[in-house]
T-cell receptor, first 110, second 115 residues
């Protein structure tokens, strides 16, 4: 099955800093989702992005499907950005299982 | 517009017992998927239900079974609980589309502890 790897595994930043999280996948995909998992376990949808670039406030994401990677940018980090960030890709057969990456744990220090 | 809901929030069971977890999908969604997330890992796909049938299954034993009701809500049942079944169980809903993959939305999860 498809493999999804994320880097870095851990990131500790000062409040106000910018960060880039990377997601690599082993096979072509027809879509990709980024999630933020808060300390209570809730997975919050950030982006649904098969290709190109999307922006939502301080966050933006870029997926280059032909090169099998996606990037999540967080600017002007706030303490509420802390948590684990996951990317996930579906199988190539339609609305089926998501395979999640290994996650990046982001800690923002005041 | 209510999002995905799950119950209960937390559950403590002993080895060998059986457990049932429940999920109500987001309004307008007809497909429910279940995931298991062990501590420090990403969620792992258990199975997916559409039109009251299991569409696809991940690498989980038959002790894990499910059901979808006519109102699209779903249950996850786990029999003969093992210590290793302790995890956060997440439900996701989506709307099956003819064009392929559609965005999945997750509930808050049920944290199961097996003693």
């Amino acid at each position: 099955g498809i493999q999804v790897e994320q880097s870095p595994p851990d990131l500790i930043l000062q409040e106000g800093a910018n960060s880039t999280l990377r997601c690599n996948f082993s096979d072509s995909v027809n879509n990709l989702q980024w999630f933020h998992q808060n300390p209570w376990g809730q997975l919050i949808n950030l982006f649904y992005i098969p290709s190109g670039t999307k922006q939502n406030g301080r966050l933006s994401a870029t997926t280059v499907a032909t090169e099998r990677y996606s990037l999540l940018y967080i600017s002007s980090s706030q303490t509420t950005d802390s948590g684990v960030y996951f990317c996930a890709v579906p199988s190539n057969f339609g609305n089926e299982k998501l395979t999640f990456g290994t996650g990046t744990r982001l800690t923002i220090i005041p | 517009d209510a999002g995905v809901t799950q119950s209960p929030t937390h559950l403590i069971k002993t080895r060998g017992q059986q457990v049932t977890l429940r999920c109500s999908p987001k309004s307008g969604h007809d497909t429910v998927s279940w995931y298991q997330q062990a501590l420090g890992q990403g969620p792992q796909f258990i199975f997916q239900y559409y039109e009251e049938e299991e569409r696809q299954r991940g690498n989980f034993p038959d002790r894990f079974s499910g059901h979808q009701f006519p109102n699209y809500s779903s249950e996850l049942n786990v029999n003969a609980l093992l210590l290793g079944d302790s995890a956060l169980y997440l439900c996701a809903s989506s709307r099956l589309g003819l064009a392929g993959y559609n965005e999945q939305f997750f509930g808050p999860g049920t944290r199961l502890t097996v003693l």
